[in-house]
């Protein structure tokens, strides 16, 4: 097979920074540069170069080590919105009790504000959909300190029982995606679970305005 076909070939087909990385070893013994590799070999696991056809590897995210969140085969469409207004019942409260919860079961409640949940800073990405759930991908804001996170939930698209709370749950951990900087200065830098709550926590001991 010539060279153009199989790169136009790749073009469509899922490929790692692995790859990358090996097609570029590739490119150094291709042009007799010292590649570091004296037996290069253009496949090698799951390592391929973008010069060899891709068409009999299964390409997917999972053996391709690339963590689900990260993977736009999850992703059904970056446009696509899913419609909150008909599941909204209790998502603020969901994710709010879900940081208040963080903060006070690793010690923390004591030094750090309760955090609060404002529906009109949410946003979604839809991630994997079968014909009874959602996996969701939300970005939403919560005071004090004008703080953004991150988490995925998954959403039941099932009728559910009138008093049933929500058809929400959570999948996974909260990340803070934005900067908090000096608001978390009253918790301790000791151990890897103060490092991390530094990212949930605004010390009581500050205002909003500072």
Not at 20 to 37: A, P
Not at 196 to 206: H, V
Request: net charge positive; proline share 3%; with cysteine.
């Amino acid at each position: 097979m010539r060279l153009k076909e199989v790169m136009e070939g790749n073009r469509h087909r899922l490929v790692s920074a692995f790859d990358l990385h090996h097609t570029l070893l590739h490119l150094l013994t291709l042009t007799r540069r010292k590649s570091g590799i004296d037996d290069f070999q253009p496949v090698m696991g799951h390592r391929r170069s973008l010069f060899v056809s891709t068409a009999d590897r299964n390409g997917t995210c999972e053996n391709l080590n690339i963590e689900s969140d990260a993977c736009v085969c999850n992703t059904l469409s970056k446009t696509e919105v899913f419609p909150f207004h008909l599941y909204m019942k209790n998502i603020d409260e969901i994710l709010e009790k879900a940081l208040n919860d963080l903060v006070e079961s690793n010690g923390y409640k004591d030094k750090c504000q309760d955090w609060r949940v404002h529906l009109a800073g949410i946003s979604n990405r839809v991630f994997r959909k079968t014909k009874s759930s959602l996996e969701i991908l939300i970005r939403f804001r919560a005071e004090p300190g004008d703080a953004h996170f991150e988490v995925k939930l998954g959403v039941s698209l099932q009728p559910i029982p009138k008093e049933s709370v929500s058809r929400w749950k959570i999948l996974g951990d909260i990340f803070r995606i934005s900067t908090y900087g000096q608001q978390s200065a009253c918790l301790p830098s000791v151990t890897d679970v103060d490092k991390r709550m530094k990212e949930f926590c605004y010390c009581k001991n500050q205002t909003d305005t500072e």
